[in-house]
């Protein structure tokens, strides 16, 4: 079965939905530039780290910092090289922490010497002091990183690192432990290329994993290798992940690993999506799925959430982009793309514990509509919601959608673009605390003298199960009658410009300008039925009536 649905968002900015289940705890902004990749991590004390880490992963112009606050939004500490003066320039790439919440921090670094990155580790105390730095740089002449950090629950520091090798007279992949003085422990050189670049994950289960573009390996604790398990689809595909995305892709339940990955085809094409499964012994399954068959074109396909319910179903959140027709209606191209005029949106499709598809929902991006791009997910009640970066003609705006398990459906809503903090508000990253609150990273942009200004907000949420209860709102549409047999006439103190009527699969049966007031739209050509009606502006409205005989 597939249900398209459509963004149906809050009428008005800072209110929300009256069966919603989020409100506002509390909003801060920084004086941090919002550029590179702004991510929020949680210490085992409560407290936040606020990062502006680097977009280029150890590469870049080392620029990056990092704020602590408090669970109450009370800035604490702040790092950036430029604090301590030591002549370099630090590049942030992962961040993690130990159980009595001291922050480590990998990357690399760019002393005013060097000219190639060198690798660095950071420890801080919960207070910011800067106990000690390292690096485990082999050779000037080459750029050298640590890019993960691993940290079990009895402490132990583990970290991957390119490095120079001097057998493989290259920079390859090492496995490093270090006690919490910084003392290496043991340092093993990837020598056969069987770690790769990889995310470095702990389970809890007595090992290690690491997941890159086409394996997952297990490993012991001393770094020797356990399994190995490589994503072989067969000689139709080449897997990966976009842009680095691997933690965001990777799932582990019950002694089992599983992965939604990218499908890259032999002529660069990427139609279908991959699941995999991995068990405790490094057996395989792979499962592939295709999205949205009425698409000619439809050329690339990307996973970038994975999440999974109580009940072992799968969520993937993704993107797709079609590079020619969309499907027609009475042999006419609706507006989702004509013959040369190429299109994307969002996906997100439901697999059961079966590894059967169930529902799939689509967020076609329109021509004239405003648009959301996934930037996080978690689960409300067991429902999946789905943060987005809300972008319109006039600007950016932070969306939530709750969806229905059963359908796809949307339960609740909250967009949120103007508040006492920021005139707009563009996510970036969110965490879920251990005490279940809500944490929203991202880009707050306010104008200033020589034009906007944008510096990362963070803001924290409350999930309550029983709702929050709204205050009476003056509806900004009225629809009616409903059901309606010829005419339907929409009443509107809202500036919406279109008006769609889509029928259940998704169809586009009448497309028609609006006039601020009242409009009329002839609905005669309809079959008996539910329709939804979408009005679109600055922001979207979502309708359902009834088209009687």
Same mark, same amino acid.
């Not at 590049?91 to 660095?120: H, L, M, R, T, W």
């Not at 993937?316 to 793309?337: C, K, Q, W």
């Given at each position: 079965?597939?249900?398209?649905?459509?963004?149906?968002?809050? #009428? $008005? =900015?800072?209110? @929300?939905?009256?069966? *919603?289940?989020?409100?506002?705890?509390?909003? +801060?902004?920084? %004086?941090? /530039?919002?550029?590179?990749?702004?991510?929020?991590?949680?210490?085992?004390?409560?407290?936040?780290?606020?990062?502006?880490?680097?977009?280029?992963?150890?590469?870049?112009?080392?620029?990056?910092?990092?704020?602590?606050?408090?669970?109450?939004?009370?800035?604490?500490?702040?790092?950036?090289?430029?604090?301590?003066?030591?002549?370099?320039?630090?590049?942030?790439?992962?961040?993690?922490?130990?159980?009595?919440?001291?922050?480590?921090?990998?990357?690399?670094?760019?002393?005013?010497?060097?000219?190639?990155?060198?690798?660095?580790?950071?420890?801080?105390?919960?207070?910011?002091?800067?106990?000690?730095?390292?690096?485990?740089?082999?050779?000037?002449?080459?750029?050298?990183?640590?890019?993960?950090?691993?940290?079990?629950?009895?402490?132990?520091?583990? #970290? $991957? =690192?390119?490095? @120079?090798?001097?057998? *493989?007279?290259?920079?390859?992949?090492?496995? +490093?432990?270090? %006690?919490? /003085?910084?003392?290496?422990?043991?340092?093993?050189?990837?020598?056969?290329?069987?770690?790769?670049?990889?995310?470095?994950?702990?389970?809890?289960?007595?090992?290690?994993?690491?997941?890159?573009?086409?394996?997952?390996?297990?490993?012991?604790?001393?770094?020797?290798?356990?399994?190995?398990?490589?994503?072989?689809?067969?000689?139709?595909?080449?897997?990966?992940?976009?842009?680095?995305?691997?933690?965001?892709?990777?799932?582990?339940?019950?002694?089992?690993?599983?992965?939604?990955?990218?499908?890259?085809?032999?002529?660069?094409?990427?139609?279908?999506?991959?699941?995999?499964?991995?068990?405790?012994?490094?057996?395989?399954?792979?499962?592939?799925?295709?999205?949205?068959?009425?698409?000619?074109?439809?050329?690339?396909?990307?996973?970038?959430?994975?999440?999974?319910?109580?009940?072992?179903?799968?969520?993937?959140?993704?993107?797709?982009?079609?590079?020619?027709?969309?499907?027609?209606?009475?042999?006419?191209?609706?507006?989702?793309?004509?013959?040369?005029?190429?299109?994307?949106?969002?996906?997100?499709?439901?697999?059961?514990?079966?590894?059967?598809?169930?529902?799939?929902?689509?967020?076609?991006?329109?021509?004239?509509?405003?648009?959301?791009?996934?930037?996080?997910?978690?689960?409300?009640?067991?429902?999946?919601?789905?943060?987005?970066?809300?972008?319109?003609?006039?600007?950016?705006?932070?969306?939530?959608?709750?969806?229905?398990?059963?359908?796809?459906?949307?339960?609740?809503?909250?967009?949120?673009?103007?508040?006492?903090?920021?005139?707009?508000?563009?996510?970036?990253?969110?965490?879920?605390?251990?005490?279940?609150?809500?944490?929203?990273?991202?880009?707050?942009?306010?104008?200033?003298?020589?034009?906007?200004?944008?510096?990362?907000?963070?803001?924290?949420?409350?999930?309550?199960?029983?709702?929050?209860?709204?205050?009476?709102?003056?509806?900004?549409?009225?629809?009616?009658?409903?059901?309606?047999?010829?005419?339907?006439?929409?009443?509107?103190?809202?500036?919406?410009?279109?008006?769609?009527?889509?029928?259940?699969?998704?169809?586009?049966?009448?497309?028609?300008?609006?006039?601020?007031?009242?409009?009329?739209?002839?609905?005669?050509?309809?079959?008996?039925?539910?329709?939804?009606?979408?009005?679109?502006?600055?922001?979207?409205?979502?309708?359902?009536?009834?088209?009687?005989?």
């Amino acid at each position: 079965m597939r249900i398209v649905f459509f963004i149906a968002l809050s #009428l $008005l =900015a800072n209110t @929300f939905d009256s069966d *919603a289940q989020i409100s506002d705890s509390w909003k +801060v902004g920084s %004086d941090m /530039a919002s550029i590179d990749r702004d991510r929020i991590f949680e210490a085992p004390n409560g407290n936040l780290i606020l990062a502006r880490m680097d977009y280029y992963y150890g590469n870049g112009i080392g620029i990056d910092e990092i704020r602590c606050y408090s669970p109450e939004g009370v800035s604490l500490w702040s790092y950036s090289d430029s604090d301590f003066l030591d002549n370099s320039a630090s590049n942030f790439i992962d961040i993690d922490f130990d159980s009595e919440s001291n922050v480590y921090v990998v990357g690399s670094n760019f002393p005013q010497s060097a000219s190639y990155q060198k690798s660095e580790v950071i420890k801080f105390s919960p207070l910011g002091e800067e106990l000690w730095r390292i690096d485990f740089t082999q050779q000037i002449d080459w750029a050298e990183e640590v890019f993960e950090i691993e940290i079990t629950s009895d402490d132990r520091i583990f #970290l $991957l =690192a390119t490095l @120079f090798n001097a057998s *493989a007279s290259t920079i390859i992949t090492h496995f +490093v432990e270090i %006690d919490d /003085a910084g003392q290496t422990l043991n340092m093993i050189p990837d020598l056969n290329w069987e770690l790769g670049y990889a995310q470095l994950f702990d389970f809890g289960d007595g090992f290690l994993y690491t997941v890159d573009q086409q394996r997952a390996t297990k490993l012991n604790l001393d770094g020797s290798i356990v399994w190995q398990a490589d994503f072989d689809f067969g000689a139709n595909y080449i897997t990966t992940f976009e842009d680095e995305r691997i933690e965001y892709l990777v799932e582990y339940r019950d002694g089992f690993l599983y992965a939604a990955v990218i499908l890259n085809e032999p002529d660069f094409t990427f139609e279908d999506f991959g699941l995999v499964k991995v068990d405790a012994s490094g057996q395989i399954e792979t499962h592939v799925y295709g999205i949205l068959p009425e698409y000619q074109e439809l050329w690339g396909v990307n996973p970038l959430f994975l999440e999974m319910d109580s009940g072992g179903n799968f969520y993937i959140v993704g993107d797709y982009s079609n590079g020619n027709a969309g499907p027609t209606v009475d042999d006419i191209l609706d507006e989702r793309g004509g013959p040369g005029e190429p299109f994307s949106g969002i996906f997100i499709q439901k697999i059961d514990a079966g590894f059967n598809q169930l529902w799939l929902s689509e967020y076609p991006f329109f021509p004239t509509d405003p648009y959301g791009f996934p930037t996080g997910t978690f689960f409300a009640d067991d429902k999946l919601a789905i943060i987005f970066q809300y972008t319109t003609a006039g600007g950016f705006g932070q969306m939530i959608e709750c969806l229905s398990e059963s359908i796809g459906s949307v339960i609740w809503s909250d967009l949120e673009s103007s508040n006492e903090v920021n005139e707009q508000s563009e996510p970036h990253a969110s965490i879920i605390s251990s005490a279940g609150a809500l944490y929203i990273c991202g880009k707050g942009i306010n104008s200033g003298q020589k034009g906007e200004v944008s510096r990362i907000y963070l803001y924290k949420y409350e999930l309550s199960p029983a709702g929050i209860e709204a205050g009476p709102m003056q509806p900004e549409v009225v629809v009616y009658p409903n059901p309606a047999i010829e005419y339907v006439s929409i009443n509107q103190n809202h500036d919406y410009q279109y008006v769609d009527v889509i029928d259940q699969t998704g169809r586009i049966l009448l497309h028609e300008r609006m006039n601020f007031g009242l409009n009329r739209l002839n609905i005669q050509s309809l079959a008996e039925g539910v329709y939804t009606m979408k009005l679109t502006g600055n922001d979207v409205q979502v309708i359902h009536f009834v088209k009687a005989k």
